[in-house]
C-alpha cells in the first residue's frame, strides 16, 4: 500500500522560507514522478510542480522562480523548497503521483501572514 505523509509547515512571515517533505511508503520516489499540490481555503485544489523520474522540474507560473522540487532517493523523499512566500501562498500542502492519484494524505498547513 503506497502511502504519503507530508510534513514542514508552519507560520511565517511574508518573504520567509519553508522546507516541506514527503516521505513515501509502498513506492520508491525514484520510479516515480511525483506531484505537489495545494488548497487554500474555500478554493479547488491546485497543481504546484513536478519532478520527473529524470528529475526534471515544471512548476505553476505562481511559483516559478521561487519554489524548487527535488527529491532524495536514500530518504525516499520530495522536498519542496519555498521561498519569497507570499500570503496568497497560504494552503495545506499535499504530494502524490503522478502515474496515479491515491488517497490524498492530511497535508501540511503553510500560513504566511502579511
Known amino acids: 500500500q503506497v502511502q504519503l505523509v507530508e510534513s514542514g509547515g508552519g507560520l511565517v512571515q511574508t518573504g520567509g522560507s519553508l522546507r516541506l517533505s514527503c516521505v513515501a511508503s509502498?513506492?520508491?520516489?525514484?520510479?516515480?514522478?511525483m506531484d505537489w499540490y495545494r488548497q487554500a481555503p474555500g478554493k479547488r485544489r491546485e497543481w504546484v510542480a513536478r519532478?520527473?523520474?529524470?528529475?526534471?522540474?515544471t512548476y505553476a507560473g505562481s511559483v516559478k522562480g521561487r519554489f524548487t522540487i527535488s527529491r532524495d532517493n536514500a530518504k525516499n523523499t520530495v522536498f519542496l523548497e519555498m521561498n519569497s512566500l507570499k500570503p496568497e501562498d497560504t494552503a495545506v500542502y499535499y504530494c502524490?503521483?503522478?502515474?496515479?492519484?491515491?488517497?490524498w494524505g492530511q497535508g501540511t498547513q503553510v500560513t504566511v501572514s502579511s
Open positions: 509502498g513506492t520508491t520516489v525514484s520510479s516515480n514522478a
Open positions: 519532478i520527473s523520474t529524470g528529475r526534471s522540474t
Open positions: 502524490n503521483l503522478v502515474s496515479r492519484l491515491i488517497p
